[in-house]
């Protein structure tokens, strides 16, 4: 049984083979943008952590090299303990190199050299930002070297090398990548930039757009927006920094995967994490009543995730813990599949509203209160009958446990005409009387399981009972 989800195998000659998200067309319209602007630019692949980007850009990379692209992969977070990007991104573009372009690099890695040569940089921001009477200032002047007339024309001198150096390293860099290159533009993929230290997120934009922006090299950002965004106001101490516009700067066209088609992901990981060795077991197949676990499980966990609007990891642990709870359970133990996924990612996402039902406390309309918070406020006629048998049957559970110790809420009951009514108000039947809820409510009580509590299922999901329960059909 697995219990972690390993990265993807991507095969070499068809990377986008066990891909489950459909995105191969992704990859074709990006290289073909990529084929058809040489002169190069940089292009930000944005979303959000958790959403597949490096699987999917990992794929990429190979499927550009199965088209003749030169690439290159650089994880901009494996690399942050360097002071200095310019020396990362060099050591990347020098594994282009070939004998051949020996002497091309060399010239290269010189030019790199005047560029990157800086005076101590507290000195430079006493110079730079007129703070005349810092400590630092202060230092250098006591330390009786040169003078600050001599210092300040050093740092002319300096700049005008610098500036000099940029051209020339510019120049040299699009030699090299030329040749390297085979007439395609290379494909040079930053990874995890939102993820670095706010200053080193920041000198690798700065770098890539002041120092590599020259002919036949395409950079791809990988990016979070937002977490990025919080490292350029962290870098500049500003909460008042307009970070898209800032980014607008050094990103020419942005591009955002697609969100799955709804429940395509949730089946791979059913398959992925073999649910059905348990649901679809020989011994449970005899039991009519169980007989349909699965799809419920599937379909309610693919409206859930959908609602939620979940990642892709965040799905991928919801389903890993909930494999590693239900091998807990007995081959003839009841589920309710619904419920159970929905405990699992209320155990995660509102720890509030999972503290309540494990204590006991609330109220069955505090219950359906919570419940409005995750459900959806407005329901198609195709879900609502699947969202309307997890309110009924988490409340039938609930109920059933309170009255395990003497606790009496009851769900239903009838007024001077005898007729029957609910004690609270549904959040998915908008029926005034909510009739929808009583006839869901009624058949599921009748199902067999009406004593069956909620701590049957909180007490395996806070794996707190390791032996299988009792509480199942007769075996």
């Known amino acids: 049984m697995k219990i972690k989800h390993y990265d993807i195998t991507i095969p070499e000659n068809n990377p986008f083979q066990n891909c489950k998200l459909d995105r191969q067309k992704y990859a074709d319209a990006l290289t073909s943008l990529v084929a058809n602007y040489k002169n190069g630019f940089v292009l930000s692949i944005n979303n959000s952590w958790g959403t597949g980007k490096t699987t999917f850009i990992r794929m990429?990379?190979?499927?550009?090299?199965?088209?003749?692209?030169?690439?290159?992969?650089?994880?901009?977070?494996?690399?942050?303990?360097?002071?200095?990007?310019?020396?990362?991104?060099?050591?990347?573009?020098?594994?282009?190199?070939?004998?051949?372009?020996?002497?091309?690099?060399?010239?290269?890695?010189?030019?790199?050299?005047?560029?990157?040569?800086?005076?101590?940089?507290?000195?430079?921001?006493?110079?730079?930002?007129?703070?005349?009477?810092?400590?630092?200032?202060?230092?250098?002047?006591?330390?009786?070297?040169?003078?600050?007339?001599?210092?300040?024309?050093?740092?002319?001198?300096?700049?005008?090398?610098?500036?000099?150096?940029?051209?020339?390293?510019?120049?040299?860099?699009?030699?090299?990548?030329?040749?390297?290159?085979?007439?395609?533009?290379?494909?040079?993929?930053?990874?995890?930039?939102?993820?670095?230290?706010?200053?080193?997120?920041?000198?690798?934009?700065?770098?890539?757009?002041?120092?590599?922006?020259?002919?036949?090299?395409?950079?791809?950002?990988?990016?979070?927006?937002?977490?990025?965004?919080?490292?350029?106001?962290?870098?500049?101490?500003?909460?008042?920094?307009?970070?898209?516009?800032?980014?607008?700067?050094?990103?020419?066209?942005?591009?955002?995967?697609?969100?799955?088609?709804?429940?395509?992901?949730?089946?791979?990981?059913?398959?992925?994490?073999?649910?059905?060795?348990?649901?679809?077991?020989?011994?449970?197949?005899?039991?009519?009543d169980l007989q349909h676990d699965a799809e419920e499980f599937i379909h309610f966990a693919s409206l859930l995730f959908s609602t939620a609007g979940l990642t892709l990891r965040q799905q991928e642990k919801i389903f890993s813990s909930a494999r590693i709870v239900l091998n807990t359970f007995s081959v003839n133990n009841y589920i309710f599949p619904a419920v159970f996924i929905l405990l699992i990612y209320i155990k995660d996402y509102h720890p509030d509203f999972y503290r309540m039902l494990m204590e006991k406390d609330a109220s069955l309309q505090d219950i359906v209160d919570q419940l409005s918070k995750i459900f959806p406020e407005n329901i198609s006629d195709e879900n609502e009958l699947g969202f309307l048998m997890t309110e009924a049957t988490l409340l039938l559970l609930y109920r059933n446990g309170l009255l395990k110790i003497g606790i009496s809420k009851p769900i239903i009951e009838k007024d001077d005409q005898n007729k029957k009514r609910l004690t609270f108000k549904s959040c998915v039947d908008k029926t005034s009387e909510g009739s929808h809820f009583l006839n869901v409510f009624e058949t599921i009580e009748n199902a067999g399981f009406r004593t069956a509590p909620l701590d049957h299922l909180i007490g395996k999901i806070n794996l707190m009972e390791s032996f299988q329960t009792d509480l199942g059909l007769p075996s």
């Open 60 to 288: 990429w990379q190979s499927h550009l090299i199965n088209r003749g692209f030169r690439t290159l992969f650089f994880n901009a977070w494996e690399n942050d303990f360097e002071k200095d990007p310019l020396v990362a991104i060099m050591s990347e573009l020098n594994s282009l190199n070939g004998k051949k372009n020996d002497k091309l690099f060399t010239n290269v890695i010189q030019k790199a050299a005047i560029i990157s040569k800086n005076v101590a940089p507290g000195l430079v921001k006493a110079i730079a930002g007129k703070y005349l009477d810092s400590e630092i200032f202060l230092d250098a002047i006591k330390g009786g070297a040169e003078s600050a007339t001599e210092i300040f024309k050093e740092e002319i001198d300096n700049y005008a090398k610098k500036k000099k150096g940029l051209v020339e390293f510019r120049s040299e860099l699009e030699k090299y990548i030329d040749s390297n290159n085979d007439g395609k533009p290379l494909v040079f993929i930053i990874d995890e930039l939102d993820r670095c230290r706010p200053d080193y997120a920041v000198q690798v934009l700065e770098q890539i757009k002041h120092f590599f922006n020259v002919p036949g090299i395409v950079f791809v950002l990988s990016i979070d927006k937002i977490q990025l965004g919080n490292a350029i106001r962290g870098f500049y101490g500003s909460e008042k920094i307009d970070s898209d516009e800032y980014l607008r700067r050094f990103i020419d066209l942005e591009f955002s995967l697609p969100t799955p088609e709804k429940g395509i992901f949730a089946k791979y990981l059913f398959e992925y994490f073999d649910f059905n060795a348990y649901f679809k077991t020989p011994q449970r197949r005899e039991y009519r």
